[in-house]
Nanobody, 121 residues
Framework: QVQLQESGPGLVKPSQTLSLTCTVSGASITTNGYYWSWIRQPPGKGLEWMGAIAYSGSTYYSPSLKSRTSISRDTSKNQFTLQLSSVTPEDTAVYYC?????????????WGKGTQVTVSS
């Protein structure tokens, strides 16, 4: 059973960098064919794919967030991390980590439970 768990601060001040970590169990983040992703949902809005890190270590970002987003991984801990810089209140959302199979544009087969991040002074 694959499990993903997000962790990180629930409150971030404007202009700071949001940092979240996803810890994966039941699967290796280096297993061929999988893309480990960050997806968010602002209040009252739909899901927004932010980016992903592939099994190979290659990274992919949403064009609208690319300038502020960085995704990295620690294979020794089977974790991957999201950093979103220069946050504003519009970045307030529930942040999910997820596994996408086959291609970076494929379907999510496993989700984390999500973590609420609020951007406020």
């Amino acid at each position: 059973q694959v499990q993903l768990q997000e962790s990180g601060p629930g409150l971030v001040k404007p202009s700071q960098t949001l940092s979240l970590t996803c810890t994966v169990s039941g699967a290796s983040i280096t297993t061929n064919g999988y893309y480990w992703s960050w997806i968010r949902q602002p209040p009252g809005k739909g899901l927004e794919w932010m980016g992903a890190i592939a099994y190979s270590g290659s990274t992919y970002y949403s064009p609208s967030l690319k300038s502020r987003t960085s995704i990295s991984r620690d294979t020794s801990k089977n974790q991957f991390t999201l950093q979103l810089s220069s946050v504003t209140p519009e970045d307030t959302a529930v942040y999910y980590c997820a596994r996408i199979s086959t291609a970076v544009t494929g379907n999510v087969d496993y989700w984390g439970k999500g973590t609420q991040v609020t951007v406020s002074s």
